[in-house]
């Protein structure tokens, strides 16, 4: 993520031209091409528009088209209605300067709900910091702890990874739903920290970064394997609340999973509710979990 002079438009459309084939938008793909997707002026016959044009919007040289030019484009670049918002709001007027965002605080009631679960349930912010989390979740996976950041623990946590039957999978959607939720604030200081971090860190972030893909953030089923009590098949549920996300893994009544999550239970009984919440910043550790 960079400063706020960047030319974001111009490259979310070089990256997303070079996943496109031509055999996908009806041409030829010829035997001689430099680029594994659409070339230019492909883009731009395809699209409607001049070479010219669509070169300035590239270059950065035109930051605000018209949304009928950004739409044109979108059909063009097959973008889904998620990835076609994220481009409409790329072509919008520029961000204020870079800020800090106030401390997210995780309401009373929440923790009150997730001390009362017999099920792994956590409270994730906007930048996938997990801000709250019952002793269950802490058991299902110990990077289910307040102070974590989920998609920094994802992709740089060995054990992370093998807890994942599908980590391929779960970064790419990682990823994009983080990038879906960040948007384009390059004046969101907690989200520049952690795309820096990760950009540095994280050969995988880099790729999956670059290709710009956009998701939202949404509930699914998935295969885990916890250290001690082997495979396990969950649903996982996200609902927003107050800005914040709360987040619930469930299994199927019957089976195997459900005596599974019955061991978690029995395994974290002794170890208390939800912990106190860190901003996890570089300034300090400041209470984010406030009960009162």
């Known amino acids: 993520m960079d400063g706020p002079t960047a030319n974001r438009l111009g490259e979310y459309l070089l990256a997303r031209r070079g996943l496109v ?22 883009v731009a016959l395809l699209a409607g528009i001049s070479l010219d044009y669509y070169l300035r919007l590239e270059r950065g040289r035109d930051s605000n088209p018209s949304a009928q030019v950004l739409e044109s484009l979108a059909r063009v670049l097959q973008l889904d209605d998620v990835e076609t918002e994220f481009l409409l709001g790329l072509g919008a007027s520029r961000p204020s300067p870079r800020r800090r965002r106030p401390a997210e605080r995780v309401p009373a009631r929440l923790h009150q709900l997730l001390d009362t679960l017999e099920l792994p349930a956590f409270v994730e912010g906007r930048h996938f910091d997990v801000l709250a989390a019952n002793a269950i979740a802490t058991a299902f996976s110990p990077r289910l ?21 599908d980590w391929e999978t779960a970064t790419a959607d990682a990823v994009a739903s983080f990038r879906h939720t960040v948007g384009d604030d390059v ?18 972030f880099r790729a999956l970064w670059a290709r710009q893909d956009v998701r939202r953030l949404a509930g ?12 396990m098949r969950m649903h996982r549920e996200k609902f927003p609340v107050d800005g914040l996300l709360f987040v619930l893994y469930h299994p199927d009544a019957d ?22 919440v860190t901003d996890g910043s570089a300034g300090g550790r400041a ?6």
């Open 21 to 42: 084939t031509p055999e996908q938008v009806g041409l030829a793909p010829g035997g001689n091409r430099r680029v594994t997707g659409l070339r230019r002026e492909e």
């Open 220 to 231: 699914n089923s998935t295969v885990v394997h916890h250290p001690s009590l082997g495979t």
């Open 255 to 276: 089976g195997e999973s459900a005596d599974k999550v019955r061991l978690l239970a029995a395994m974290a009984s002794g170890h208390g509710g939800a912990g106190d």
């Open 187 to 204: 004046t969101d200081t907690r989200a520049v920290e952690v795309v820096g971090e990760l950009s540095m860190a994280s050969a995988r």
């Open 287 to 292: 209470v984010l979990g406030d009960r009162s």
């Open 145 to 165: 702890t307040p102070g974590e950041n989920r998609l920094r623990s994802l992709l740089l946590d060995a054990e992370e990874r093998e807890f994942h039957d």
